[in-house]
């Protein structure tokens, strides 16, 4: 099992996480399917991972229905009764759920697989949970390219697999206002991993004094993130969440 595939199956697929009941968990499903949440799944033979989106949900039948998986699954067939790992965003939180593949469908009408459906479904009940600050040494430069509007560097205060706090100072030429739409963010983290995302500003904090200079906290919420970006923003996020946590233990912090 590859490192990513093992921190997604300790992480989100573990008991504190699962769903109360078949009921509830059939809910998250359909959830799935009406958001049209573009999921990924992840094969543990060769660490292969897709993006796909839920069809049809059919508890009583045993089986859901996906999209046919990008890129090109035709090419790499998995074989019937192999596991994998699906996870997506149902109501803004992570959601996933460990499923069997039955069978490729290739039709004139029809395209996507077939998977068991699933005995248990989970989901992060907090969307705090990995919203974490960068270490000391990592990077915490931000980029804000905005339209109409001068390019605006701050430092990154927090992180998660949806959005990002940063601290800028005000901008000379035009205000931030909430719901801005910014053309792109551009970050860098642990690893050397840049990302370039568009987002939207959701908070704009009050002008203060910090360390001799004026400042203010931007609340953003990425836009359009890739399953692969977003699938990497999470994992720094859980380094971190668990770097923060031995600390504690440790009693550094």
Same mark, same amino acid.
């Given at each position: 099992?590859?490192?990513?595939?093992?921190?997604?199956?300790?992480?989100?697929?573990?008991?504190? @996480?699962?769903?109360?009941?078949?009921?509830?968990?059939?809910?998250?499903?359909?959830?799935?399917?009406?958001?049209?949440? @573009?999921?990924?799944?992840?094969?543990?033979?060769?660490?292969?991972? *897709?993006?796909?989106?839920?069809?049809?949900?059919?508890?009583?039948?045993?089986?859901?229905?996906?999209?046919?998986? &990008?890129?090109? *699954?035709?090419?790499?067939?998995?074989?019937?009764?192999?596991? @994998? +790992?699906?996870? %997506?965003? #149902?109501?803004?939180?992570?959601?996933?759920?460990?499923?069997?593949?039955?069978?490729?469908?290739?039709?004139?009408?029809?395209?996507?697989?077939?998977?068991?459906?699933? %005995?248990?479904?989970?989901? =992060?009940?907090?969307?705090?949970? @990995?919203?974490?600050?960068?270490?000391?040494?990592?990077?915490? =430069?931000?980029? =804000?390219?905005?339209?109409?509007?001068?390019?605006?560097?701050?430092?990154?205060?927090?992180?998660?697999?949806?959005?990002?706090?940063? $601290?800028?100072?005000?901008?000379?030429?035009?205000?931030?206002?909430?719901?801005?739409?910014?053309?792109?963010?551009? *970050?860098?983290?642990?690893?050397?991993?840049?990302?370039?995302?568009?987002?939207?500003?959701?908070?704009? %904090?009050?002008?203060? +004094? $910090? &360390?001799?200079?004026?400042?203010?906290?931007? %609340? =953003?919420?990425?836009?359009?993130?890739?399953?692969?970006?977003?699938?990497?923003?999470?994992?720094?996020?859980?380094?971190?969440?668990?770097?923060?946590?031995? #600390?504690?233990?440790?009693?550094?912090?």
């Amino acid at each position: 099992m590859s490192e990513s595939f093992q921190e997604i199956a300790d992480t989100l697929f573990s008991d504190r @996480f699962r769903v109360s009941s078949a009921l509830q968990g059939e809910r998250l499903l359909a959830t799935l399917r009406d958001e049209r949440s @573009f999921c990924t799944l992840i094969f543990k033979k060769g660490s292969r991972t *897709f993006t796909s989106i839920v069809l049809e949900v059919a508890r009583h039948k045993g089986y859901l229905l996906m999209d046919a998986p &990008h890129p090109d *699954f035709s090419r790499w067939q998995p074989v019937k009764g192999e596991p @994998f +790992l699906v996870f %997506g965003r #149902a109501n803004h939180l992570a959601t996933g759920f460990a499923s069997a593949f039955l069978e490729y469908l290739h039709t004139p009408g029809e395209e996507g697989i077939r998977l068991a459906y699933p %005995g248990q479904v989970y989901q =992060l009940q907090r969307r705090q949970f @990995f919203r974490v600050p960068p270490a000391p040494d990592d990077p915490d =430069l931000v980029e =804000l390219q905005r339209n109409g509007a001068e390019t605006v560097q701050g430092r990154l205060q927090n992180i998660s697999g949806g959005g990002l706090s940063v $601290l800028v100072r005000p901008p000379a030429d035009y205000p931030f206002q909430a719901g801005e739409r910014i053309a792109q963010v551009a *970050f860098t983290l642990r690893g050397g991993h840049t990302f370039g995302v568009a987002a939207e500003l959701r908070s704009v %904090g009050p002008v203060e +004094l $910090l &360390h001799h200079e004026y400042v203010c906290a931007l %609340g =953003l919420q990425f836009a359009g993130i890739t399953p692969m970006m977003s699938e990497q923003v999470l994992r720094y996020a859980q380094w971190r969440d668990r770097e923060m946590l031995s #600390a504690t233990r440790r009693g550094f912090l």
